[in-house]
């Protein structure tokens, strides 16, 4: 509970991303929605290239030219080629029944049932005050029977599919697309029939490199190189190429998987001997 307190009260600071109650039969547990997630990446602004000013883009009426701030604008509808319907905020939620304005529990489901394709984003539901007690007593209860709560909301104009995922910490919302926003795979894989061996070496090649997943362990390495270059020219230093060797086309699957398991090193050579067929 230590941790949860500390999670609570450090994405209390953000700004909140959806406000909302769980709705679980009567148990309505009123919960803000926070992202899961930071932007950390480097942006690049876009500059003219003679000049090297910024690139600005501005919104502009198509009638009369002129530039609208956003208290100008408003939500207009298309029915009919230049011919709109215009629907106020007001009038949009309106339209919301009490369903819509609670994230409704559907049903209940084993994790592993929702295939990991239809995941968008990841967000923090952290309980109103007053909440904790309900909000506690649903996730244990997920965890005890390890199932995840299916639901629905609607956030701005859309009604979002949601998992209601439980951790040691607390709940995580996570955001769902619809069956049918999901493409269809470009072409079928066919599938090969493969060598014993190579399948056996490939198999203990991943035996090699399995460990436990540590999420701390992994950072954005290029990010990191990024921001060097671009100190590097701040002060005037030239970059230099880290990696200039080209790219080794695999021919021999055999021999490759050969090299790799010396490379993650494999247990020992009567081993890879016995799973070559060699003596």
């Known amino acids: 509970m230590q941790i949860l307190r500390e999670i609570i009260v450090e994405v209390t600071k953000m700004a909140v991303a959806h406000k909302g109650s769980i709705s679980m039969g009567l148990v309505l547990i009123p919960i803000g929605m926070y992202k899961a997630t930071v932007d950390n990446d480097i942006h690049f602004n876009q500059l003219e290239k003679e000049s090297k000013a910024r690139i600005k883009y501005k919104k502009y009426c198509s009638h009369c030219g002129k530039e609208v701030s956003s208290a100008d604008i408003i939500k207009g509808y298309e029915y009919e080629k230049d011919r709109y319907v215009v629907m106020t905020d007001e009038e949009l939620e309106r339209i919301k029944t009490k369903k819509d304005k609670t994230i409704h529990i559907l049903q209940f489901a084993k994790m592993s049932e929702v295939n990991m394709i239809y995941y968008e984003k990841d967000y923090y539901a952290v309980p109103d005050t007053g909440a904790e007690k309900a909000y506690e007593l649903l996730r244990q209860a997920l965890l005890a029977q390890k199932k995840v709560a299916i639901a629905k909301t609607v956030m701005g104009t859309n009604e979002k599919l949601l998992v209601l995922y439980p951790t040691k910490e607390g709940i995580i919302v996570k955001t769902l697309f619809y069956h049918d926003e999901i493409a269809a795979i470009p072409r079928t894989v066919p599938k090969m029939k493969l060598d014993e061996n190579e399948l056996n070496m490939a198999k203990m090649l991943i035996e090699n490199m399995t460990k436990p997943f540590v999420a701390e362990d992994f950072r954005d390495e ?20 880290v990696d200039t060797s080209g790219p080794s086309n695999v021919i021999d699957l055999m021999e490759a998987l050969q090299k790799s398991l010396e490379l993650s090193g494999h247990p020992d050579k009567g081993s890879q001997k016995r799973l070559t067929g060699t003596a």
């Open 222 to 241: 290029y990010q990191a190189r990024l921001r060097e270059a671009i100190m590097k020219k701040i002060q005037g230093q030239e970059i230099v190429a």
